[in-house]
């Protein structure tokens, strides 16, 4: 069998669209724009992409977009007093500071200095035990792309038996928790983990996010499961650079029922759902509801 190629880039733009049609919607009702600020600290080359990237989208959306660079020797007391006058900015409904800071600043204390209402990363101690509880919370980016992708292929979720492969906090362990919100039955596997092709094996769902290039092979998928990879490797093959997945995409497409590319698949729902998380902050913080399809 070949498996059904789940589109990244195709459903972020919808995502996009949908967003964007919200604020035209919560401009002309409530005249509310939703703005959007992004912090940078230092020079980092990844970084700068990105977040030209989501300047760039945050404003073809139509939404305030605010971006505030930094010097690299930024002290964390400066740091520190930017985000409080962005807490305080009531045009300001999501803060996103993007990771990794220099060294010299302590990104947990950074992070937990975010307005949970406006941490739209979710990365906030107070949202990570709001959504480990079941309540109400914003949600990371790159887990709840996942599940809309889930949601979007399979309808419901419940009762599917999934994998998730990576502990992190930005993206393994919430996914896990996003994933038991939709009631499947849900195993954590890591690098540590017995017999990981068996555990893998029984996976009605297998979402890879442990940063290793091309770790699982074909003959660890069950037949028919959907795979979701996360993982943006760069290696060298055949003197060229090339980005890869976690999943050997080759063996695995020949046994999955689904499964996402990379680049194309995950990468692109990250933005979008940042710019989806800001719709949903600004409709709380005014007490409207919640745009339909795009919160977890």
């Not at 992409?49 to 605010?66: A, H, P």
């Not at 007093?81 to 999501?94: P, R, S, V, Y």
């Not at 035990?129 to 919370?137: A, C, D, M, V």
């Not at 996360?230 to 080759?250: H, M, P, Q, S, T």
Request: aromatic letters at 2%.
């Amino acid at each position: 069998m070949s498996a059904q190629i789940i589109d990244g880039k195709a459903f972020a733009a919808k995502v996009r669209g949908q967003v964007a049609e919200h604020v035209t919607t919560l401009k002309a009702e409530h005249g509310i724009t939703p703005g959007l600020a992004v912090v940078l600290v230092g020079e980092d080359p990844a970084s700068q992409v990105y977040v030209r990237s989501k300047g760039k989208m945050t404003n073809e959306v139509g939404m305030k977009s605010v971006e505030h660079k930094l010097d690299e020797a930024t002290s964390e007391a400066d740091l520190l007093a930017l985000i409080d006058e962005l807490n305080n900015d009531d045009t300001i409904h999501g803060i996103l500071v993007q990771l990794p800071l220099p060294k010299h600043l302590d990104e947990d204390l950074v992070i937990n200095s975010i307005n949970p209402a406006k941490d739209v990363d979710g990365f906030h101690i107070s949202n990570v035990g709001l959504l480990g509880t079941g309540q109400k919370s914003m949600v990371p980016c790159t887990p709840l792309g996942c599940l809309m992708m889930l949601r979007d292929y399979h309808g419901s979720l419940s009762g599917m038996n999934a994998v998730v492969i990576g502990r992190s906090n930005i993206v393994g362990k919430p996914m896990a928790q996003l994933l038991l919100g939709d009631s499947c039955t849900v195993t954590i596997a890591h690098s540590r983990t017995k017999d990981l092709p068996e555990v893998v094996g029984r996976a009605d769902i297998v979402v890879a996010a442990v940063g290793r290039p091309e770790m699982v092979p074909g003959d660890w998928i069950k037949k028919g499961a959907t795979v979701i990879d996360v993982g943006i490797n760069r290696i060298e093959r055949d003197g060229k650079n090339k980005l890869v997945g976690d999943v050997d995409f080759a063996s695995c497409s020949a046994v999955a029922g689904a499964i996402t590319p990379v680049p194309g698949g995950v990468g692109p729902m990250t933005i979008a759902c940042l710019l989806a998380n800001t719709v949903t902050a600004c409709c709380r913080a005014n007490g409207l509801a919640e745009p339909d399809g795009l919160t977890a």
